[in-house]
């Protein structure tokens, strides 16, 4: 019992820090969302079956199938994790192809959202569907800090290095 209460609560706080980041006024424009919580979506979070699938939807923000492609690939995930910190990426090999896929994103709104902030840095990006994102993936993202949160400073190399 005591395990599935701190279950349950750690599965109320991730939806509680989820919409307080939704909550804040972006720092360039001043737009705020108005976020109402519903008590179904904490449950459906708990109950949620471990190895469930769903379809989502990620950022590619750079492939590759040059011989050099696996180094380009990671530069731009370094890139991409210094200037969004928090939100997760991963370099993924699709034979010949290298891509650098950024994000979980459980509808289209959430992924144009991320396509967005990410366009600002890599300005070729494009939104891909996932047909098997494991739930689990999308319980854990971020992808909705406030940009204020998620820009650092940075020195970024020339756009043909990418």
């Known amino acids: 019992m005591l395990a599935a209460a701190v279950l349950c609560a750690g599965a109320q706080d991730r939806v509680s820090t989820y919409t307080a980041r939704l909550r804040m006024p972006d720092a360039s424009t001043g737009a705020q969302a108005t976020v109402s919580n519903d008590s179904d979506v904490a449950a459906g979070l708990r109950t949620a079956p471990k190895g469930e699938k769903v379809v989502g939807y990620r950022i590619c923000i ?3 199938n040059t011989q050099n ?3 380009l690939a990671n530069g731009a995930l370094g890139t991409f994790r210094n200037r969004f910190p ?3 990426g ?3 090999y699709a034979n ?3 891509k650098t896929m950024v994000g979980y994103c459980l509808d289209m709104t ?3 959202m991320l396509l967005g902030r990410v366009r600002e840095v890599f300005p070729t990006s494009v939104i891909v569907r996932e047909e098997n994102m494991p739930l689990t993936n999308l319980i854990h993202s971020s992808v909705t800090a406030s940009a204020a949160d998620s820009i650092v400073s940075a020195d970024l ?3 043909e290095d990418f």
Do not use: M, Q, W
Request: net charge negative; hydrophobic share 40%.
């Open 62 to 64: 750079f492939f590759d």
């Open 69 to 71: 492609g696996r180094n």
């Open 86 to 88: 928090g939100i997760p």
């Open 90 to 92: 991963e370099v993924v």
């Open 96 to 98: 010949p192809t290298f």
């Open 110 to 112: 959430e992924a144009s």
């Open 157 to 159: 190399p020339a756009e």
